[in-house]
């Protein structure tokens, strides 16, 4: 399975881009708004990939960050919504209006993305709304603690903060968070560890 692809951009166009990764040309299907980042030809890319096999052929997808690929995989997981209508999502939406509308459950904007019926729509937020949710809150989480390690900065308690957006109350946010701090580093593994104690 090709997870990622570091290399020389070769070739953009048409919804894919060509990288040059040890020698041999990959090519990769991206979403627009990947394409139209695309540094110019011959400079070097790095990629997230999703590597899809079906009967005729293999496809490689290709993104900016792991978010963007994750949300790619929650896509392509809901029946009707292929890889093709996936990647159109994200590519015209963009990842955090997409993972927004999922979240707050608001059809009439994934129903811009080419593909997406209001009847798709709805059954992407049946079935991805709090998966999308947790994503986000995740995402975010880690993304504060990187800054903070950066700054060289006191910590915040985000992740108490984080169960008590999520309707937890206090003590039992507290105390949550208090045990899955003994039992990992990072705040990613901290939620999910903090979540899965309440839920109990």
């Known amino acids: 399975m090709i997870a990622r692809i570091r290399g020389e951009l070769l070739e953009t166009g048409d919804g894919r881009v060509v ?14 708004s990947v394409l139209v980042a695309m540094p110019a ?23 900016e960050t792991a978010f963007q690929r994750r949300l790619f995989d929650l896509l392509n997981g809901v029946k009707g919504c292929g890889p093709k209508t996936s990647l159109g999502v994200i590519g015209s ?61 006191p910590p915040d308690d985000e992740l108490v903060d984080a169960l008590l ?13 208090s045990e899955a701090r003994e039992q990992a580093a990072t705040v990613e593994d901290q939620l999910k560890i903090a979540l899965r104690s309440l839920s109990r």
Do not use: W
Request: glycine share 14%; hydrophobic share 35%.
């Open 165 to 177: 957006a999520l309707g937890y109350r206090r003590t039992e946010a507290e105390s949550a968070a």
């Open 93 to 153: 939406l963009g990842e955090e209006t997409t993972a927004g509308a999922i979240a707050g459950q608001d059809t009439r904007t994934l129903t811009k993305a080419s593909g997406v019926g209001p009847r798709l729509a709805e059954r992407i937020i049946v079935e991805l709304r709090d998966q999308v949710q947790h994503e986000m809150l995740t995402q975010k989480l880690t993304d504060r603690a990187g800054v903070r390690s950066r700054r060289g900065g």
């Open 41 to 63: 030809i011959g400079e070097r890319v790095d990629l997230q990939t999703r590597q899809i096999f079906r009967e005729d052929g293999v496809t490689l997808y290709g993104f």
């Open 19 to 32: 990288v040059d990764a040890g020698g041999l040309g990959y090519e990769v299907l991206v979403p627009e």
